[in-house]
């Protein structure tokens, strides 16, 4: 007797077929987002998130980005949210897919990029923990995010999606911003619905006001302080928050460091401007002697602190919107808030021309900490010193004390290649820095010349962000020029992203410094061990002007002396370009290692 053959199951790759006149789960989540105000997604799609995509097709008024590799999507939507301090949406697929965004979502959430990611799940019938089969399928994909996004929204049926998409928006939104993950199973989204097509939503973002009795006792400390200073963080540039720390240290007469996520938040070339030499010993030191140390948008962490030798011998206050950052490194009057709110209340405290303490700055006279605040790396105070230059004047010679350090240091090709990048941007150009030489000395050394336009990748620091960033910088800002600068290791995550510059016609220009291998990685072994492992750190690299023509990309082989020329010239023209230099850079000596 021949056995009666099992009927194949229909694939899960083959939708069920809906009218073309029906709407879907799909129309609802892109319904729900245009009603809140977002006119562009980027994303790139998969079989269970097909219900997404046919919405956008039928969608007037938004426009879709498709990068090539998912992690690259989420760089884009990161440094669109970090432009326009609003909402990217970020629309992906299941399993692979949605996993390929969490490196992405981490440096969303170390720099404050209010990224909202959508990812499709099974079916409803493949949920709940089981194995049944299904392609992509996790056994708990949201858990993935959790440790990693703001916050985790899940729907199960068609009429829960305006209200989660409202929620996930208010809590990427909501200070300090944050990356959001919300995931839609793929029948919920491909299913006919009988819902009412969303016209109006209002998403409201908590605000984040500091206390009165906590911003009345930070003005009186500030007020009493004979030799204040600022460090301002990215909290500061993501809640717009310039003009107000402009305004403050003006009228403090207070020196001003910015973080390397800060950069742009206080002009680089104001008296009272520190600039951003964190990793260097003198500006530690100066930090430390403040009598009093506003930190306004920065938990502190490990490059803001010089690797964590950073030890404040006065008081410190801190304004930082994230909680778990508040005074997790160092003990402070701690202000929980949002960094405009924060600095608008302490503005009200003093009078336009304060009657102020005397100020200057004299390293030998830190001012005793609180009991409350005092910790075990708190010194006693040392008798004060009759010598107090001016705040102004200890700034020049700060920074004259830094430049001496580097003169004596042969860097005189790092400092020119920087210096002819600089000389090359338009003054409102927008840069996107990946985890390479240039760009570790860009943090400390680059001028941006305006807040908001230096975006990198040195809250998470992984390899791949400028070149996906700086697409997505550009669609934000499309009457700018915009450059990604990479080296070559960086350079090979986002190759395929040639393709989507060629594709938007965007007017990216990518700078590639080829060095042959991971430089900062070879640096660091050397130094480490004495050696570097070149199985590792050395690679066999492309010929990437030709590959970048192969997309019809114009490439141009430069060399120090042309740098800034050709990206002068590549700047200008229309579309994408890329410039490659081939030149293997060094770091300048580090000041938080024993001697």
Known sequence: MSATPTPAPTPAAVPPRTSRTSRTGGD???????????????????????GLFDALRRAPGVRYVGLRVENNAGFAADA????????????????PGALLTLPALQEAAAGSAAVLAVGSQVPVAGLGGGRHGYLHELADQSAAFRPVVKSVH????????????????????????????????????????????????????????PRPEVIAEAARRLGAAR????????????????GELLALAERLRAPVATTFGGKGAFPWEHPLS?????EDRYTTDFLEEADVLLVVGSGLGELSSNYHTFRPRGRVLQIEADLGKLESNHAALGIHADARA?????????????????????????????????????????????????????????????????????????????????????DDAVSCWDMTILAYWAWSAFDPRRSNAFHS????????????????????????????????????????????????????????????????????????????AAEATELTRPDFVALAESFGVPAVRTDPERLGADLAA?????????????????????????D
């Open 154 to 209: 899940t729907v199960r049926t068609a009429s829960q999606i305006p209200s989660a998409v409202v929620a996930a928006w208010e809590s990427a939104l909501s200070a300090p911003h944050g990356p959001v993950w919300l995931e839609i199973p793929q029948d919920v989204l491909l299913a006919p619905v009988d819902v009412p097509v969303v016209a109006e939503l209002t998403a409201t973002p908590r605000a984040l006001a």
């Open 570 to 594: 590549a700047l200008a023209a229309p579309g994408p370009s890329v410039v490659v230099l081939p030149a293997r850079l060094r770091m300048f000596a580090p000041t938080h290692l024993p």
């Open 342 to 426: 924060a600095l608008t209340a302490l503005l009200t405290e003093f009078p336009e021309f304060p009657a102020l303490p005397e100020r200057g700055h004299d390293p030998e006279q830190p001012q005793e900490p609180s009991p409350a605040e005092s910790s075990p790396v708190s010194p006693t105070p040392i008798s004060p010193s009759p010598v107090s230059p001016s705040p102004e004047a200890a700034v020049a010679a700060l920074l004259d004390r830094v430049r001496g350090r580097l003169d004596g240091q042969r860097l005189d090709l790092e400092r020119a290649a920087l210096a002819a990048v600089r000389a090359a941007l338009p």
């Open 274 to 278: 520190l600039q951003s030499w964190l």
């Open 80 to 95: 669109y949210a970090r432009s326009t301090r609003g909402v990217a949406p970020l629309l992906v697929s299941t399993g």
């Open 227 to 242: 030799r204040p200073v600022v460090l301002a963080g990215g909290g500061v540039v993501r809640a717009g928050a310039e």
């Open 457 to 532: 990748a040195q809250g998470a620091g992984g390899l791949g962000y400028g070149f996906p960033a700086a697409l997505g910088a550009a669609l934000a800002t499309p009457d700018r020029p915009v450059l990604a600068v990479s080296g070559d290791g960086g350079a090979m995550y986002s190759l395929a992203e040639l393709a989507t510059a060629r594709q938007y016609d965007l007017p990216v220009t990518w700078l590639i410094v080829d060095d042959g291998g991971y430089g900062i990685l070879r640096e660091y072994m050397t130094d480490a061990f004495g050696a570097t």
């Open 28 to 50: 609802l989540v892109i319904e729900s987002l245009t009603a809140l105000g977002a006119d562009t997604v980027f994303g790139l799609p998969g079989q269970h998130a097909l």
